[in-house]
């Protein structure tokens, strides 16, 4: 718990400025790397450097000498914090003492410096040695009755040649079953889109924000999560360029910005008007606003002007007449009803779209985690291709990608339903049958380690059980499997809610240096606009015990695989080998990877929408009609508010900077409601009253989650934002989006009542 008192206000400044440039001061402070964190700062994102380990935004480019940004310095931070976890932590406490700790003072605890096992005689990790651990993992493997019974998570902070490597080995060993962090997140983008544009990935590069003629950000808190972006928006912003915001909360940096790199902006107090248009949607209401503005467009095409790019259209896509048909039927009051916009603000943004010749659409969670998410992204596409949005400057869609990685760990091959092609090169390159048949995503792996299928659980990075859904159940599930592994830098929930046998793998980080008998190793990362650029940590392991992913990777294939033709000891030292075989499985895009990865700048893979191809069936791109207008399936209850879990300005996903979310002017807490004051009044709740929300559905679990503080907020009606995750436990496994497995995140259905316990 926080140890200040919490407070609420309202912020008012621009965001960014001299507050961001104080709030990087201050976490560099705290974590105690002062020096070796300016030093290593400054070789982030610079040729021969490495990467940032937060979001996936591209890096600007020796665009600027020196550029980062607040949240990028707490990631780093935090990765190069003085503070260790020893053995001396775990005998101290028992694991069920370390889950009473919160996320927070679990992260606090620092990195990870040896490799653990769990000892249930006595309730504590104990070290192990590495071969031990090896082992460990290929007895449990090996003794499965089948190796579809093993889960094998990836996060998306996982560099491409240790996710490659990993897709290998657990081929090689028989599953696809890969779920992943993308399965939680921009799913909907890898599964949407490929039927309407053929790949499962944006058509943007860094240089078309300098040739937008608008720039459409729905669903995403680009000052929060993707910093490194204002950039761009407030270059766009400066060139004249309308800015729409499609947002239910009216997030800071959208509204009001202080570039902390611009010497003038800084000295003067100056700031940037970003969003020419905000757009205060309801929650779920993206699909009305969208056909309401195709709505429009054909209206205006009907009456005889020239807003259609026909050219495109009768050139590239197929089943513009069905779609148009559906705006037609589709009536104005039940468009502002569902999208909680009039009709005159709709045919406003529908007029910037139209005065633009290239216009981007960038988005977020706020668009993939709902039920409809992939549907929903089929409209976009389906209002960029109306004004021919493909396959020229400045125009595109772009989805802003969560993990510095995680798209790049999709390319090369972390995958449950991996295609034919690639399959058939690994057989090729390998020498083994891969296994054909679909393997897990997150929710189907979580489903199979609750009815006792899956015995086995290793985590490539990240914080499995804290991330995914339903977290009661999700515990349960954890708890009963044979062996979970987490490969970790830091301590998380993972580490405290385990298997029957478990270990804690400690990792060497983005940051730092990896070096192998073959001498020192540099890896690859693929970020949110296709671009592969190398990443080389500068600082010291934070334990000499601590192993690189690859490696790991490595002596797990050698421990569970006795019989593997592949040399997994040699490629666990000479990456440029794993890069060699990257370009063998995937001759089309990563030929010549070796040497093209020379280029400091990086080199940026193929998109082909970008030249008009489209690898759809049909080799069209595809206009995909959806009946209906609202992302999410109605709820029959008068008393029902929309619960977007959200991010704060001050956490990395489930590692928890601090109790606070400075631009929505909270401090101090965590557990609060956002909700417009009439809806807090209509349930008779006083200001800053106490509240529980409980899940409303129809499987008779109840789900409740209390002590939550309701703070007055400009959210539209029937619509209520909190945090991930701790509202985790109200989102039900079984509510996501069908066609990608994506939780609904965004939207879950929850009545507000007086929070009781508290006079229980
Ligand atoms: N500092 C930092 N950076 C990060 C992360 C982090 O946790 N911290 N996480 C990384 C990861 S993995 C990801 S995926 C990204 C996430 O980055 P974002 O996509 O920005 O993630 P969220 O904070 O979950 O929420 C996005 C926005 O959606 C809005 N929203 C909610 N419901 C709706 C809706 O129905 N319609 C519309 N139009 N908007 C809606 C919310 O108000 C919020 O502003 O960021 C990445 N970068
Ligand atoms: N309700 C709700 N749930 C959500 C979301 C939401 O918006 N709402 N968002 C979803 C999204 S978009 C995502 S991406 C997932 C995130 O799910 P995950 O990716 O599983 O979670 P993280 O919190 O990013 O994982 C943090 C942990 O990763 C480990 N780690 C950090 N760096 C490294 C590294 O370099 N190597 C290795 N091996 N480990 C490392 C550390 O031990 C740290 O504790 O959560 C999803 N869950
Ligand atoms: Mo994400």
Request: with cysteine; aromatic share 8%; charged share 25%.
């Amino acid at each position: 718990m926080p140890d200040r008192k919490p407070s609420y206000r309202t912020y008012t400044a621009p965001a960014g400025g001299w507050g961001a440039a104080a709030a990087t001061a201050k976490v560099l402070m705290q974590e105690s790397v002062l020096a070796k964190g300016s030093r290593a700062l400054l070789s982030m994102n610079q040729p021969g450097g490495f990467k940032c380990p937060s979001c996936a935004f591209p890096d600007p480019e020796c665009r600027k000498t020196l550029e980062f940004c607040e949240n990028g310095a707490k990631a780093l931070a935090h990765e190069a914090t003085r503070f260790r976890v020893t053995r001396e932590l775990f005998e101290r406490y028992t694991v069920s003492e370390l889950a009473e700790q919160s996320d927070y003072w679990l992260e606090k605890q620092g990195r990870l410096t040896e490799p653990m096992r769990y000892d249930p005689a006595i309730d504590r990790y104990v070290p192990i040695g590495w071969d031990d651990a090896f082992a460990t993992i290929g007895r449990h493997l090996r003794a499965l009755g089948s190796p579809h019974q093993a889960e094998f998570y990836t996060s998306g902070r996982t560099p491409n040649e240790a996710a490659f490597l990993y897709a290998i080995f657990v081929r090689e060993f028989g599953t696809n079953n890969f779920p992943d962090c993308s399965n939680m997140c921009h799913e909907p983008t890898s599964r949407g889109l490929p039927p309407s544009i053929g790949v499962g990935k944006g058509t943007v590069v860094m240089e078309d924000f300098d040739h937008a003629e608008a720039i459409f950000v729905i669903g995403q808190n680009t000052g929060t999560n993707s910093p490194r972006m204002m950039t761009n928006l407030v270059e766009a912003r400066k060139r004249g360029v309308p800015i729409v915001a499609v947002n239910p909360m009216p997030e800071r940096a959208l509204i009001k910005f202080t570039e902390p790199q611009d010497v003038i902006q800084m000295a003067t107090f100056g700031s940037t008007e970003i969003a020419s248009e905000f757009v205060h949607i309801s929650i779920g209401g993206d699909i009305a606003l969208l056909k309401g503005m195709m709505k429009v467009i054909f209206e205006r095409d009907a009456a005889g002007e020239d807003v259609i790019d026909r050219n495109f259209v009768n050139r590239h896509t197929v089943g513009i007449e069905a779609v148009r048909e559906d705006a037609f039927a589709q009536d104005w009051a039940d468009i502002c009803r569902v999208s909680g916009l009039d009709e005159e603000q709709i045919r406003r943004c529908a007029e910037i779209y139209i005065r633009s010749n290239a216009t981007m659409i960038c988005y977020g969670m706020g668009l993939t985690q709902h039920q409809e998410g992939s549907r929903l992204l089929q409209q976009v596409a389906n209002l960029l291709f109306l004004r021919g949005n493909f396959g020229k400057p400045g125009a595109g869609i772009a989805p802003i990608r969560g993990h510095s990685n995680v798209q790049g760990d999709r390319t090369v091959g972390i995958d449950e339903r991996p295609d034919r092609d690639y399959l058939d090169r690994v057989q090729a390159v390998f020498g083994f049958d891969p296994p054909r048949e679909k393997g897990h995503h997150t929710l189907e792996a979580v489903e199979a380690m609750l009815n006792g299928t899956a015995k086995v659980f290793i985590g490539m990075g990240g914080n499995f059980v804290r991330a995914v859904p339903d977290t009661e159940r999700s515990y349960a599930a954890m708890r009963k499997l044979d062996l979970t592994v987490a490969i970790s830098t830091k301590l998380n929930r993972g580490h405290v809610i385990h298997g029957r046998e478990a270990l804690i793998l400690p990792v060497i980080s983005r940051s730092e240096r990896i070096t192998t008998e073959a001498g020192e190793q540099f890896v690859t990362i693929e970020d949110s606009m296709a671009k592969v650029t190398a990443s080389c940590g500068i600082l010291e392991p934070a334990s000499p015990a601590c192993m690189a992913e690859v490696e790991i990777v490595c002596r797990m294939a050698s421990a569970t695989l006795p019989d593997s033709k592949t040399d997994w000891e040699a490629l666990a030292h000479d990456y440029g080998l794993i890069r060699d075989r990257i370009a063998q499985v995937y001759p089309g895009i990563y030929s010549g990877f070796s040497e093209r990865i020379g280029d400091p700048a990086g080199f940026q893979l193929d998109v082909p929408p970008r030249r008009l191809v489209w690898p759809t069936p049909n080799g069209k791109a595809n206009f995909l009609l959806f009946n209906g207008l609202e992302a999410n399936r109605p709820v029959d209850d008068p008393a029902m508010l929309r619960l977007a879990t959200v991010r704060s300005h001050d956490q990395f996903n489930t590692t928890i900077y601090s109790y606070s979310d400075r631009y929505r002017g909270v401090y101090n807490d965590r557990m609060v409601v956002f909700m417009n004051e009439d809806d807090r009044k209509e349930r008779g709740l006083a200001r800053q009253a106490r509240i529980a929300l409980e899940t409303i559905s129809d499987d008779g679990i109840r789900r409740r989650v209390a002590g939550l503080t309701v703070i007055d907020y400009p959210m539209p009606r029937g619509a209520i934002a909190g945090y991930y995750p701790e509202l985790n436990p109200l989102l039900p496994l079984e509510y996501f989006d069908e066609i990608s497995g994506t939780p609904a995140a965004k939207s879950i259905p929850v009545r507000a009542l007086p929070d009781s316990d508290e006079t229980a």
